[in-house]
């Protein structure tokens, strides 16, 4: 089934193939969203005047049962239907007769997958604040249990000056801050309803945009119909940059991670039923949940540029390029999904090494506290650099390994409660009661 068919004789077998690919697979993601979609549709039609109350009552009635069979995973999108809309609309044809064919009046396949795809990736996007957030408040708990466990900072992978386990886990929380900002961002540019632009260009129907946009929701309304088309390929573009900046902050965190676990450096230990073993090695405990999040959070970064290779010079209008966007967005949100939840589970058991800069090895790591209370004693400070550069060169430098770091985000003042405070001020930004709310209405519920 074709909505687009008419009475003319189907086309080749390899074109509807083709063109159609994958998407019915994708569109089983989409299902509910399409469902909700339809509901708050149907019940502007009925306002304007497009259905009588008793039809919109009916068709409302029937897609209230799609949806609960959705929920119960008895649906599916069945053999030779091209899409999920072909699907819902089959299923409400057969159920309730003619009726069911009015559903379509006012939209355009168009504007219908635009508003399935924003309602999905509006969803998606309050799972991932949920389980980024999850494993922000982990982190910044665990920053404050180890404050006090010092352990080396690098730079260029060399022994450079003293850290801290609460500088190193409050790093990478603040950093998912920054993260849910690109994502907030990403949220603030998809919560746009672009129901009613139909193909791109409106419709001589007496619609009511507004009404829909309240009904699902939205926080706003796409208003020129041809930008709400341009809003396909936008949509997706902008939160692709958001998964990238999370997968690149659990990517860095992984490989630090691997890295410490390395017995040259012995800083983080996990139970041994969260490693892997090695076939013929039998000492081996392999970090193979980091290493493969570590792989999936840096493909993740090149998700914004297959987005736009593929939307890149594409004219005003819809084309059929943007089908494929669904292929490469649905399986990275799931990516990103599964890499926080084990990342999460992960730091949960994560142990962490005591008494580190007690090793020789780390003596150097303490010649620049040495130069600054020669600074501090009155010795300018390039003196009391050439003179300590001096005294480790005839290894006769002799480190005090007192800290004294007090100033705000150091080893002394590690401002978590700032941090959070950062945390909440970008997850107010948020509003996902709102939705839920529209969706709970629509439904009945």
Known sequence: MKLWQKDQQADADWVSAFTVGNDPHWDMRLAPFDVLGSLAHIQMLESVGLLSHTEWASLRDGLREVYAAIEANDFEIAAGVEDIHSQ????????????????????????????????????????????????????????????????????????????????????????????????????????????????????????????????????????????????????????????ASIGATLAKMAMDVCLYMGQNFGFFRFPEHLTTGSSIMPHKKNPDVFELIRAKGNALQALPNTVMMMTTNLPSGYHRDLQLLKEATIPALDSLHECLKATYEMMRHVEVADNLLQDPKYRYLFSVEVVNAQVQAGVPFRDAYRAVGEAIANDTYQPSTTLNHTHEGSIGQLCTDEIRRKMSQVTALFDFEKPQKAFDALLGR
């Open 88 to 243: 819902v609309e089959l299923m409400l044809t057969q159920r309730l007769g003619e009726v069911g064919k009015k559903i379509h009046a006012g939209r355009s396949r168009n504007d219908q997958v635009l508003l399935d795809l924003k309602l999905w990736m509006r969803s998606e996007i309050a799972l991932l604040t949920q389980e980024t957030q999850q494993l922000f408040d982990l982190l910044l708990q665990l920053s404050e249990t180890h404050q006090d466990k010092l352990m080396p900072g690098y730079t260029h992978l060399q022994v450079a000056m003293p850290s801290s386990f609460g500088l190193w886990f409050g790093a990478y929380a603040e950093s998912l801050v920054d993260d849910l900002r690109l994502l907030q961002s990403a949220h603030a540019i998809i919560d746009q309803n672009p129901l009613g632009s139909a193909a791109g260009y409106g419709s001589s129907f007496p619609l009511n945009r507004r009404m829909t946009t309240e009904l699902l929701g939205f926080a706003d309304l796409s208003y020129n119909v041809v930008y709400a088309q341009m809003g396909r390929g936008k949509a997706e573009r902008s939160l692709a940059f958001a998964l």
